[in-house]
T-cell receptor, first 117, second 114 residues
Framework: GAVVSQHPSRVICKSGTSVKIECRSLDFQATTMFWYRQFPKQSLMLMATSNEGSKATYEQGVEKDKFLINHASLTLSTLTVTSAHPEDSSFYIC?????????????FGDGTRLSIL | SQKIEQNSEALNIQEGKTATLTCNYTNYSPAYLQWYRQDPGRGPVFLLLIRENEKEKRKERLKVTFDTTLKQSLFHITASQPADSATYLCAPEPISGGYNKLIFGAGTRLAVHP
């Protein structure tokens, strides 16, 4: 089945550090990937849609200069949290769809637990 | 605005019983509805997709119904097992062309007790 790998699984760093999270589709090509954030006991909140070869589409309220997304190839998207602060601490999850169309399931990575001290 | 409602309280059931989880949506006209399972500290895993013209869909011990009149989907797990304990998320999906983004409900936590 389709596998999405996310790395690192956990990051602990000081306030002001920039953190890069990688999301790879291992056995399929993903023209579009999605980045979510999830706070404890809350729903997945879509942050942005990452499109290969073009700019990401951000959801309302998500700062594009804070959360930089690069989708350099059909199998890799990266999310960089710039100058992270404690309020950015959260669980970040990426996903990808193997095919075009609304009836395709999304395949998720296992998430990155980001803790900013 | 579009809204997805799932029972926020945990559902506790005895092993062997059928678990029924509810997903209600408003201001949506989904052509599809997807259900996912999420374990603590993990990403969601796809379970089932049902189309608007399908009343019911089954996969092993799982059954999903989709009532577009009631704007509701029910997710059933029969002969439940402790290993079924997890949070279950629903995601109604409208047709908007090209790559659709999925918006998820908050999920219902299921606990199956031996």
């Amino acid at each position: 089945g389709a596998v999405v790998s996310q790395h690192p699984s956990r990051v602990i760093c000081k306030s002001g550090t920039s953190v890069k999270i990688e999301c790879r589709s291992l056995d399929f090509q993903a023209t579009t990937m999605f980045w979510y954030r999830q706070f404890p006991k809350q729903s997945l909140m879509l942050m942005a849609t990452s499109n290969e070869g073009s700019k990401a589409t951000y959801e309302q309220g998500v700062e594009k200069d804070k959360f930089l997304i690069n989708h350099a190839s059909l199998t890799l998207s990266t999310l960089t949290v710039t100058s992270a602060h404690p309020e950015d601490s959260s669980f970040y999850i990426c996903s990808a769809r193997a095919g075009l169309g609304a009836n395709q399931p999304q395949h998720f990575g296992d998430g990155t637990r980001l803790s900013i001290l | 605005s579009q809204k997805i409602e799932q029972n926020s309280e945990a559902l506790n059931i005895q092993e062997g019983k059928t678990a029924t989880l509810t997903c209600n949506y408003t201001n949506y006209s989904p052509a599809y509805l997807q259900w996912y399972r999420q374990d603590p500290g993990r990403g969601p895993v796809f379970l089932l997709l049902i189309r608007e013209n399908e009343k019911e869909k089954r996969k092993e011990r799982l059954k999903v119904t989709f009532d577009t009149t009631l704007k509701q989907s029910l997710f059933h797990i029969t002969a439940s097992q402790p290993a079924d304990s997890a949070t279950y998320l629903c995601a109604p999906e409208p047709i908007s062309g090209g790559y659709n983004k999925l918006i998820f409900g908050a999920g219902t936590r299921l606990a199956v007790h031996p």
